[in-house]
Structure formats: structure tokens, C-alpha cells
């Protein structure tokens, strides 16, 4: 069983940084991708980036720039590095698991097999 869990988030002013985690469990970037999307109030959920050992990593133009994806094999974990946070990045993040059938379209959600439970990021002004 696949089992994705997210921490990292919490309450931070326009202008700092977060480091979201994903430890992942019966799955790695060598079965597929992991990635992550969030979801604003209001708002459709939206692909944020995805790393996976075959095809590296992927990012939503919208982030690029400012977020950095990583892996830590030996914990089997993902990080997501969110700088020069801004109000609109409020969302909650999820972490998922995309089959490598589906690594290519990694921000689409269709392609998400295992979503985690989310963590919630806060920005304010």
C-alpha cells in the first residue's frame, strides 16, 4: 500500500521560505514520480512539480524560479523548497504518486494515482 505523508506547512509572512516534505511508503521515484499539486481556496487543484529518477523533475511555469523540488533516497522522501513566498501561494499541498505511464503529465491530475492527505500552507501580507 502506497502511503504519503506531508509536513512542512504553517503560517509564514509574504517574502519567506517553507520546506514541505513527502515520506513516501511502497513507493519511490523509481516506480514513477512524486509530486505535488495544491489548491487555493476557490480555486481548481493545480500541478506544482514532480521529480522522479527516470525523467527528473518538472515544474509549473507559474512556480519556476521560486520552488525547488528534491529527493532524499536514504528517507524516501520529497521536498518541496517554496522561497519568496506570496499571498496567492496560499493552498493546501498535496503530495501524490504518479505511475511512470503517467510521469510525463505528472501535473495532471488524472495521471495521480495516490494522493496524500495534504498540508496547508499560509502566507500572509
Known amino acids: 500500500e502506497v502511503q504519503l505523508v506531508e509536513s512542512g506547512g504553517g503560517l509564514v509572512q509574504a517574502g519567506g521560505s517553507l520546506r514541505l516534505s513527502c515520506a513516501a511508503s511502497?513507493?519511490?521515484?523509481?516506480?514513477?514520480?512524486i509530486g505535488w499539486f495544491r489548491e487555493a481556496p476557490g480555486k481548481e487543484r493545480e500541478g506544482v512539480s514532480c521529480?522522479?529518477?527516470?525523467?527528473?523533475?518538472t515544474y509549473a511555469e507559474s512556480v519556476k524560479g521560486r520552488f525547488t523540488i528534491s529527493s532524499e533516497k536514504t528517507k524516501n522522501t520529497v521536498y518541496l523548497q517554496i522561497n519568496s513566498l506570496k499571498p496567492e501561494d496560499t493552498a493546501v499541498y498535496y503530495c501524490?504518486?504518479?505511475?511512470?505511464?503517467?510521469?510525463?503529465?505528472?501535473?495532471?491530475?488524472?495521471?495521480?494515482?495516490?494522493w496524500g492527505k495534504g498540508t496547508l500552507v499560509t502566507v500572509s501580507s
Open positions: 501524490t504518486a504518479i505511475p511512470n505511464s503517467g510521469v510525463k503529465n505528472c501535473l495532471d491530475p488524472f495521471y495521480v494515482d495516490v
Open positions: 511502497g513507493f519511490s521515484t523509481d516506480d514513477g514520480a
Open positions: 521529480i522522479s529518477s527516470r525523467d527528473g523533475v
